[in-house]
């Protein structure tokens, strides 16, 4: 079982990256400013890493390994960012000036491309994690 100052590693790692990509990303391609896109962004980022702790939680309940199945990484990252998205959507709609469809499918463009970076970072996290810990670096 993964502890929570391990979880808070994890998403404080995994929510910088996601900013660093993101919002020059959706930036350019909704035309909002890089101010306005990033304080969403931020927010968004902030209400992900509560997120994150709570399903990655969740998660490690009911898949207890450190070594899991492509399938059971696809279900943690889907999970993940459907919870999400539905958390969601009515702020981006807000916030962007724009209907819930156009949030939608805006919000389903970056949970694809986060469901594919969910993938890789928790691999990646995992196995640092397998290293550290076979070392003994707790």
Same mark, same amino acid.
């Given at each position: 079982m993964r502890s929570w100052g391990e979880r808070l590693l994890h998403t404080t790692l995994f929510e910088a990256g996601g900013l660093l990509m993101a919002t020059p990303l959706a930036s350019w391609l909704t035309g909002h400013g890089i101010a306005q896109m990033g304080m969403l962004t931020v927010v968004l980022a902030t209400f992900a890493m509560l997120w994150n702790l709570v399903w990655n939680r969740l998660f490690d309940h009911w898949v207890p390994t450190r070594k899991r199945s492509l399938m059971q990484r696809i279900a943690q990252s889907l999970g993940f960012e459907v919870g999400l998205l539905v958390m969601t959507l009515p702020g981006v709609a807000w916030w962007l !000036?724009? /209907?819930?469809?156009?949030?939608?499918?805006? !919000?389903? /463009?970056?949970?694809l491309f986060f469901m594919v970076y969910a993938l890789v970072f928790n691999t990646l996290f995992d196995v640092w994690m397998r290293r550290r810990l076979a070392q003994g670096g707790g």
């Open positions: !000036d724009m /209907g819930l469809i156009e949030a939608f499918w805006l !919000d389903l /463009g970056f949970m």
